[in-house]
């Protein structure tokens, strides 16, 4: 079992910046690829962001590309988003997940979902 509890949301302007951070608990963090995926009122949740157990490989949504920047420290076992020139469309509640998976933007191949910490960015 894997506990995962997001951090960092909240109120920006557009073209202001955020750090999201999740923490893990349980199983050997530094094991799993994890996740940033989004969820907007009344769409369906979507990929951010994965980062493989080492780090090394990462993949991004193309929207946020070159913007955002998915980052982990397996000491730590946390993982960031760092998020910058914000656009109200990056609006949503921001999930972490976890899988023993390769990265994947298959919200499907995750096995662990974190609670969500709502990002509202206004114009």
């Known amino acids: 079992q894997v506990q995962l509890v997001e951090s960092g949301g909240g109120l920006v302007q557009a073209g202001g910046s955020l750090r999201l951070a999740c923490a893990a608990s349980?199983?050997?963090?530094?094991?799993?690829?994890m996740g940033w995926f989004r969820q907007a009122p009344g769409k369906e949740r979507e990929f951010v962001a994965a980062?493989?157990?080492?780090?090394?490989?990462?993949g991004y949504r193309g929207s946020v590309q070159g913007r955002f920047t998915i980052s982990r420290d397996n000491a730590k076992n946390t993982v960031y988003l760092q998020m910058n020139s914000l656009k109200p469309e990056d609006t949503g509640v921001y999930y972490c997940?976890?899988?023993?998976?390769?990265?994947?933007?298959?919200?499907?191949?995750?096995?662990?979902w974190g609670q969500g910490t709502q990002v509202t960015v206004s114009s």
């Open positions: 997940a976890t899988g023993l998976v390769e990265v994947t933007a298959s919200p499907a191949e995750y096995t662990y």
């Open positions: 349980g199983r050997t963090f530094s094991d799993y690829t």
């Open positions: 980062i493989s157990w080492s780090g090394g490989i990462t």
